[in-house]
């Protein structure tokens, strides 16, 4: 049983080996037919089997990125191309690792040594020998990568300041792809292609899945400069390396070196992140977000909003009630936070002091805040509706059923009366608020302010035909 175990495993090893050495074929004649579309799909084909079957020869491999770079750039895909370029660098620029299979007695080549360890822990293998690449084909390609990089950044910087977020997002994708490309990958420039795609509803998607692609691998944005004063010009210039610039000062061409970091970006890129899940409706990935963000920014107030208003939307109530809840419990509320566990109760006829006492905290910290002024009046009022029921009951013309009219129509009024200086700030605020305009006209009807409730409904009709 064991041998056949290992004859079929050989047999399915050397299928998978004719099979990529065949697309390999297929791409390098695609090439030479100048078929530039196939020439891509063979060469995705064959490196998607590099893990099934590690036999190729780095060199190999940098030769099939070479020609889909360069028939995706015939294609006017700079993305593909630079994706391609980007495994070609890897290839020709860092060290590979490679091991003998005595099993099947061909050479295994590895990118990382720790790739190489697994399987040599695992098989009869030979050791394992640490191999550096040389850039043949890199080289050919690198001149005209440093100006498309450059072109592209700054294609993306001008339409960025345009306001062509489309045309921005997609310029800074190919300058981060030609950045991983010249072996300087620099994820800053997909934070950008993210942010801008958020701008538009086209990309809007795209731009979450770049977000959450550089929250899954930590990204914080921190940019480490280098620079120093030229002694020649008494300028401030910058370095690539600090050990570039730590040479010039030693040698006495540059003095006074500065190491800074640029302010982390991490709490800001969250913010978009749970912003993007929020304006996308994937409230179940927003949530996920949400939570770890608050992991590690427990007191950012929007993501906390948005937490709740995601909660809230996707009809999980409970949860939303409880953030809302821990929220004013422990302090940290905001005036949205007070405003909405208010409404909540309110609306589920809820402990009335509690009500009032959350309105009232969301006008203590934001006083401009319409809708709670808006609410808490509504709430003062909502008693009327059993002195009404009363009045109604009471429109004889007996002694007792006067009395019983006039305590009512007196009590309803005190709630109106109460009510009113509420109302009157919220117009203050927003005075061509429909709904406010109408509750404010009865109000003053109400009360007898009869110059009012003519004040008013003159604004209403204006309103109302504009």
């Known amino acids: 049983m064991k041998k056949l175990t290992l004859s079929l495993g050989f047999a399915f090893f050397s299928l998978s080996l004719f099979a990529q050495q065949a697309e390999i074929d297929a791409a390098n004649n695609a090439f030479k037919n100048n078929d530039f579309k196939a020439t891509i799909e063979y060469a995705d084909q064959a490196l998607a089997l590099l893990k099934e079957n590690p036999t190729i020869e780095p060199s190999a491999i940098a030769q099939l990125c070479y020609i889909a770079g360069q028939a995706a750039e015939k294609r006017g895909d ?50 394992i020998k640490r191999k550096n690449p040389s850039a043949n084909y890199l080289n050919k390609v690198l001149p005209d990568l440093t100006q498309k990089a450059s072109d592209a950044l700054q294609a993306a910087s001008q339409a960025f300041d345009k306001k062509d977020y489309e045309t921005a997002s997609r310029k800074f994708g190919e300058t981060y792809g030609l950045s991983r490309a010249l072996g300087n990958e620099n994820k800053l420039y997909l934070y950008y292609a993210a942010l801008a795609g958020l701008q538009t509803d086209k990309l809007k998607k795209d731009g979450v899945r770049k977000l959450q692609f550089l929250a899954d691998r930590d990204f914080d944005g921190v940019q480490t400069s280098y620079t120093a004063v030229s002694i020649a010009t008494g300028d401030r210039v910058a370095f690539r390396t600090k050990k570039e610039m730590d040479n010039q000062v030693k040698i006495g061409l540059a003095r006074d070196p500065k190491v800074e970091q ?12 749970v912003y993007g899940y929020y304006q996308t409706e994937d409230y179940e990935k927003g949530v996920e977000a949400a939570k770890k963000a608050l992991e590690k920014f427990p007191n950012n107030d929007n993501i906390n909003q948005l937490l709740s208003s995601m909660y809230y939307k996707s009809g999980n109530v409970d949860e939303f009630i409880g953030v809302l809840q821990r929220k004013v419990d422990s302090g940290t509320g905001t005036a949205v936070d007070y405003f909405n566990l208010g409404k909540i109760l309110d609306d589920s006829n809820g402990e009335p002091e509690k009500i009032r006492e959350y309105y009232e905290k969301a006008i203590e910290l934001d006083p401009n805040m319409t809708n709670a002024y808006l609410n ?91």
């Not at 890897?90 to 399987?119: I, W």
């Not at 640029?262 to 992140?273: F, M, V």
């Not at 006067?402 to 927003?430: C, G, T």
């Open 262 to 273: 640029s302010k982390s970006l991490e709490e800001e890129l969250y913010n978009y992140l």
């Open 376 to 466: 808490l009046s509504l709430f003062i009022i909502k008693p009327e509706m059993e002195y009404v029921e009363m009045m109604n009951k009471n429109r004889g013309s007996s002694a007792k059923e006067k009395k019983i009219y006039n305590e009512n129509a007196a009590k309803r009024k005190a709630l109106y009366q109460e009510a009113l200086p509420h109302l009157e700030k919220a117009y203050n605020l927003e005075p061509k608020n429909i709904t406010l305009i109408k509750v404010l006209q009865d109000t003053y009807d109400i009360l007898g302010k009869d110059d009012k409730f003519l004040e008013m409904k003159k604004k209403l009709e204006s309103l109302s035909t504009n």
């Open 78 to 127: 700079m993305n593909k191309a630079s994706n391609f370029y980007s495994q070609l660098s890897r290839a020709e620029t860092k060290p590979y690792f490679e091991t003998k299979n005595r099993d099947t007695g061909k050479v295994e080549y590895y990118l990382y040594q720790s790739l190489a360890e697994k399987a040599v822990e695992k098989g009869n293998y030979s050791k």
